[in-house]
């Protein structure tokens, strides 16, 4: 018996322990910084974990430091990794001066040829927005995937309806087709919530993707394919907040982890605050550091070692995934200098990578002021590439909804738009009818076929990076049911038993196949044209109803008009001396018909493209 008891004992001491994890999954070699942060947690031990130990086994390699924090069940270890370390598998050791010890294989990978210099999405790009789980369902097999809470439940409006990463693969060639050059998704990753999980925004785990929607590997395929058909991959991160069932919530790395701890403490939504010459701290926190609703936990980025987490699960998925860019949600929130510092992080790794924030105001002031380049009220530096034009989308809206008169109507587009001074660069702006958490441009504009389409020639010519959200290429519609569940409808042909395929056009009604035929046109137009992709903007006053703006690149000259009048509006090139004096022809971009100076009516609720020569 005492034979079995010692044996029993010398395993205990140095049997490997499962229930633990280390994040990053892998890391790189030929990083621009050679620090990497390890955040390890294991509850499970015989003893805890910060009374443990660490011994790194690898070349090139150096722990520079081991920490724990007032949670026993985390130690961060701080790595030096020399510029020579080759591709390797390091070991941890963890030993604790009791004799107990574990050990951890850590692959230390090579790094993708020219990975550093990838090219970020640009104004030559069109992106595609989607929510996966509304989109196709490519594996019904996926649909349940047991210990998930949330199960498939079509019906429901709110519920999970099966589309994932295998459906976006099998619409690659779609979408390519179709003009799009960058998908950029609501989130993969895991969401183990209750209810309401379908949308993504509540992550449980910042390294797995959810296996309803499909595999990490998954993901990384379908990023390989959509790069060969020329298509870039677009990640939407969280920074601000994290599900309520995520496993910091029930074993929290520090007690400043997250704001107001346990306690849901809802956000005043004031981003003003931040801004206000006259506002207090107690405001600018209590907009900063407050919750969204009680299952979105805020996090707390002043603790530097959260602050690295984020910094580093944003870097490794631009690597795993090959990422084109990220789109950061609810970007004002976090804490600034923390995104300041995020930012910087990645462009020091990935100077072209684009990253765009989504800070929703519709002040251009508010907007600008956390775009790289721009000037501010203060001393606040931001590496923020990009930002979501909020205020054209609305103002967009109003100006084709308003009555025209000398102070509404198409002027308060005009006005939005001069209003590019403010910011670093207006062409870096992504622009957009519309998104996954508002109603369909078709009806917001009162599903109004000639205002829709005008939507769609605005935001596919105007200066910036336009994004489509997915159904638009058909018209799809929410019919003024502004239920998010309801705006993020099943697309057509996604799913089993759908009588309408919006990819082979079967069952389409004819107002959807013009649409798309359209669409097809205009952004395969747009590909091929300079003055939209690389060239400037000029733009010119309204009158009576009529706006009209020019993109001017050295090989082309485009002119956009848009009539919202009742009637047909005689275009006469002498209200525009700067730009068409002595030009002689204009040509119908869709057509091809020419006319003269004389000769060009533009037809009422109408949008014309010439190319003037």
Do not use: C
């Not at 799809?476 to 042909?493: C, E, K, L, Q, Y």
């Amino acid at each position: 018996m005492r034979i079995i008891i010692q044996f029993f004992f010398l395993f205990f001491l140095v049997a490997p322990i499962n229930a633990q994890t280390i994040h990053p999954l892998h890391w790189y070699t030929g990083m621009h910084s050679p620090e990497l942060q390890l955040m390890v947690h294991a509850p499970d031990l015989p003893y805890p974990l910060a009374e443990y130990s660490a011994l790194i086994n690898g070349k090139g390699i150096v722990l520079k430091d081991s920490t724990s924090l007032d949670n026993p069940n985390y130690l961060w270890l701080d790595l030096l990794i020399d510029s020579s370390a080759p591709p390797q598998t390091i070991t941890i050791t963890f030993q604790h001066e009791r004799g107990h010890e574990w050990t951890n294989a850590y692959a230390l990978l090579e790094r993708a040829p020219n990975s550093a210099t990838r090219e970020g999405f640009s104004a030559k790009d069109v992106i595609y927005l989607l929510t996966p789980d509304r989109f196709i369902n490519g594996d019904p097999n996926n649909d349940n995937v047991e210990g998930y809470r949330e199960r498939a439940n079509p019906s429901y409006k709110g519920g999970r309806h099966g589309g994932d990463i295998q459906g976006m693969i099998n619409a690659i060639d779609y979408l390519a087709e179709m003009g799009f050059t960058q998908v950029w998704t609501m989130p993969l990753l895991q969401n183990n919530m209750e209810r309401y999980s379908y949308h993504g925004y509540s992550t449980t785990d910042y390294y797995q993707i959810d296996p309803r929607l499909g595999t990490n590997e998954l993901y990384a395929k379908y990023s390989r394919m959509a790069k060969a058909k020329g298509i870039g991959t677009i990640k939407d991160m969280i920074l601000n907040h994290i599900g309520s069932e995520h496993i910091w919530m029930k074993d929290m790395p520090s007690s400043d982890w997250i704001n107001h701890g346990n306690t849901f403490v809802p956000t005043t939504h004031r981003r003003e605050t931040l801004h206000d010459p006259h506002s207090t701290a107690e405001d600018r926190l209590a907009f900063t550091d407050g919750w969204f609703v009680p299952t979105m936990p805020d996090l707390n980025q002043r603790n530097p070692y959260l602050a690295t987490y984020l910094i580093q699960k944003a870097i490794w998925w631009v690597e795993y995934a090959d990422l084109t860019g990220i789109r950061v949600d609810t970007y004002s929130y976090s804490d600034k200098d923390f995104l300041a510092q995020w930012n910087r992080a990645l462009m020091s790794e990935y100077p072209n990578l684009t990253i765009v924030g989504e800070e929703w105001s519709v002040n251009p002031a508010i907007t600008a002021y956390w775009q790289a380049g721009s000037k501010r009220h203060d001393e606040y530096e931001s590496a923020l590439p990009s930002v979501m034009d909020f205020p054209l989308q609305t103002t967009f809206v109003k100006a084709l909804l308003d009555e025209e008169t000398w102070g509404t109507g198409l002027v308060k587009l005009h006005e939005v738009i001069a209003s590019d001074f403010l910011y670093g660069n207006p062409y870096k702006l992504v622009i957009f009818p519309d998104n996954h958490d508002m109603g369909r441009i078709k009806s917001q504009l009162g599903d109004d076929e000639d205002l829709f389409k005008m939507a769609l020639t605005f935001f596919a010519t105007m200066r910036g990076i336009p994004q489509f959200f997915y159904g638009t290429e058909i018209g799809m519609s929410n019919h003024g049911n502004d239920d998010h569940g309801i705006i993020r409808n099943p697309f057509p042909g996604g799913f089993a038993d759908d009588s309408v395929n919006a990819i082979t056009g079967v069952g389409l009604s004819e107002e959807a196949r013009q649409t798309q035929e359209y669409m097809r046109w205009l952004l395969n137009f747009r590909q091929n044209s300079p003055a939209i992709t690389h060239g400037k903007m000029i733009q010119y006053t309204p009158k009576n109803g009529v706006y009209s703006f020019f993109r001017v690149h050295a090989e082309q000259i485009l002119m956009v008009v848009l009539n919202k009048n009742e009637e047909e509006h005689l275009f006469t090139p002498d209200a525009f001396p700067t730009m068409l004096e002595s030009v002689q022809t204009f040509t119908d971009a869709q057509t091809g018909q020419s006319y003269g100076r004389d000769a060009i009516q533009i037809p009422a609720r109408s949008v014309q493209i010439f190319i003037i020569q």
